[in-house]
């Protein structure tokens, strides 16, 4: 099948075209919104992130405030956020990498 042959395929007049379409057809016309999708719970997941991060900087300035402090408490935290900053960094590459702003 050539790929002039493959877009007229794609392009459905009425319902029962794309009905009768197969497979391969109705695949290709969701894939943008798959796409879109995964981008979407890539942003969500890289806003996550952030937002423990913004609780891991908390959770350290209380502890370091505590009386007696505990180094425990302190180094725990302190590598949460060291944590969460590096998969942080990992998503935004990925994010990069699978979908390149154009």
Do not use: W
């Amino acid at each position: 099948m050539s790929e002039e042959e493959k877009k007229e395929n794609v392009i459905c007049k009425t319902y029962s075209d794309f009905l009768k379409a197969g497979k391969e057809v109705v695949d290709a016309v969701k894939l943008p919104f798959k796409v879109r999708s995964a981008k979407n719970d890539l942003a969500g997941e890289i806003i996550d992130l952030e937002g423990q991060i913004a609780e891991n900087e908390l959770t350290i300035i209380n502890a370091k405030s505590e009386h007696p402090f505990n180094m425990e408490n302190i180094l725990e935290a302190i590598d949460d956020k060291a944590i969460n900053e590096r998969k942080l960094d990992q998503a935004k590459e990925l994010m990069e990498e699978l979908f390149p702003n154009k």
